[in-house]
């Protein structure tokens, strides 16, 4: 007895979709173990994290300490006075991350062992402020400072590296969670491609070009959806894994700038401003490319609302005063005696004029920088014009047409700045709410960049 098509079709889905529930069970259970997984990876970093944090502080402390007692000068104080305020908080952070027992009697010798150190400097401070310095240094010696700070570092290196070892045992779990969703989804994927081939031939044996034209989109939507998860990953991964070491480095070289742990030469202070410059440039560049990607992936969310023109030049000034007055510029407003109202996104043009306004202060080396704010009708509709006028060395005609262009750098008379998206994320922010930009520039004598904006 044959069977009809509908029967073996029915039997066919009956078959893949008990594979499928099957299937999809072990995702969900691949899913949840990725969960405990990655909560157990960002725990042990999280421990990790405060017990370099742990470190670093009682190392800052030390070094201010000393300095204190060598100079009698108050910064040192202070910065001694600030690293001992965050070593408790780290402390009772990890207090509440470690639960195993063993592990958190160790914590508890360390932290006995980074009380009574404290305790001892500040001893010793006592003595410096009451007895002079060299009474203090009687003390320091005394109280054998040095080799307990070795003692405690030893301490937070041993449980440092045995969260290492953790993690690493977390991470192989993780990874192997990893590899059995990533097979239980490719199955899905597997069975649903065969379920869909043995429907087609059942119902038509005769349509090979059809068929072909099927598996043609589905690899193209599958190569959609893989372009767009790798693009949300690199979003996330560079927003996590680049600015927070920069903003470290940022941090750790303005820290020595400040000779908080010692004196520098000039050789290094000049080796520690290009660090600073440098990691600086990176992370405006890192930034201005993830403006960029979210712009192009389309998940910019504009919000029109009625805005006063002359408030958002304001916070602009305020905001960008220190930079110009670093350079011994001039920044101004010119502003009517009435409102201009503009119906517009907030964040959008706020970033667009401190881009064109920060270009004419990187870019202008005596004069001033002025916003003007008026109301143009050029023919049309009324539209809010603020204006950003510099007195820089201007653009040459046969560079204008690239002005807008991204990772463009003009003049080859100057040493190159910024990332060269400045001008071309402006330009893409302005086509999104509704507003155009529009310049003049005049070599040797500045430039003038205007945004027109929608009146309200």
Not at 90 to 114: C, E, H, N
Not at 210 to 220: A, D, F, I, P
Not at 269 to 294: C, F, M, P, Y
Request: charged share 25%; aromatic share 4%; with cysteine.
């Amino acid at each position: 007895m044959k069977w009809s098509i509908q029967r073996k079709i029915g039997t066919a889905f009956g078959a893949a979709a008990i594979l499928l529930i099957a299937v999809f069970v072990l995702i969900d259970q691949g899913r949840r173990k990725q969960v405990d997984s990655r909560k157990s990876v960002l725990h042990t970093e999280d421990v990790l994290g405060d017990l370099s944090l742990l470190s670093a502080k009682m190392t800052e402390a030390e070094a201010a300490g000393r300095g204190y007692l060598i100079t009698r000068e108050s910064a040192y104080l202070e910065a001694y006075e600030s690293a001992v305020g965050q070593i408790e908080p780290a402390l009772a952070s990890l207090s509440k991350l470690i639960v195993d027992q063993g592990r958190l009697q160790r914590l508890s010798q360390l932290r006995q062992a980074v009380r009574a150190h404290v305790q001892s400097d500040e001893a010793v401070l006592e003595v410096h402020q009451k007895r002079g310095s060299a009474a203090a240094t009687r003390a320091f010696v005394e109280a054998d400072s040095p080799q307990e700070m070795d003692k405690i570092h030893a301490m937070i290196r041993d449980m440092g590296d045995e969260e290492r070892k953790l993690l690493v045992q977390r991470e192989n779990r993780l990874q192997a969670t990893d590899r059995l969703t990533t097979l239980a989804s490719l199955a899905s994927r597997s069975l649903v491609l065969i379920l869909l081939a043995v429907a087609y031939i059942l119902f038509s044996r005769d349509a090979a070009r059809r068929q072909s034209l099927q598996q043609e989109l589905m690899r193209k939507n599958a190569e959609l959806e893989g372009a767009n998860r790798h693009k949300s990953e690199f979003l996330a991964n560079m927003s996590h894994e680049l600015r927070t070491p920069l903003n470290a480095v940022i941090g750790y070289t303005g820290t020595l700038l400040m000779r908080l742990p010692g004196p520098l030469n000039a050789d290094q202070e000049k080796q520690l401003k290009t660090v600073q410059t440098s990691a600086r440039h990176l992370l405006s560049l890192i930034n201005d490319l993830l403006d960029l990607a979210k712009i192009e992936s389309g998940k910019v969310d504009v919000k029109l609302e009625e805005i006063s023109c002359r408030e958002i030049i304001e916070q602009i000034i305020t905001t960008l005063r220190p930079i110009a007055q670093a350079k011994s510029l001039s920044l101004e407003a010119k502003l009517p005696n009435g409102a201009v109202v503009a119906k517009t996104d907030r964040r959008a043009i706020s970033q667009i004029l401190i881009n064109l306004t920060n270009n004419g202060i990187k870019f202008t080396d005596k004069g001033s920088v002025r916003l003007e704010l008026s109301e143009k009708t050029n023919g049309g509709p009324a539209m809010a014009a603020i204006e950003v006028v510099d007195t820089g060395p201007g653009i040459r005609p046969e560079d204008q047409a690239r002005l807008f262009r991204a990772f463009e750098q003009l003049g080859p008379s100057r040493p190159r700045e910024g990332t060269g998206l400045g001008l071309f994320v402006s330009g893409r922010l302005a086509s999104l709410i509704g507003a155009r930009i529009e310049f003049t520039s005049e070599l040797g004598k500045g430039s003038r960049f205007t945004v027109l904006i929608p009146k309200a």
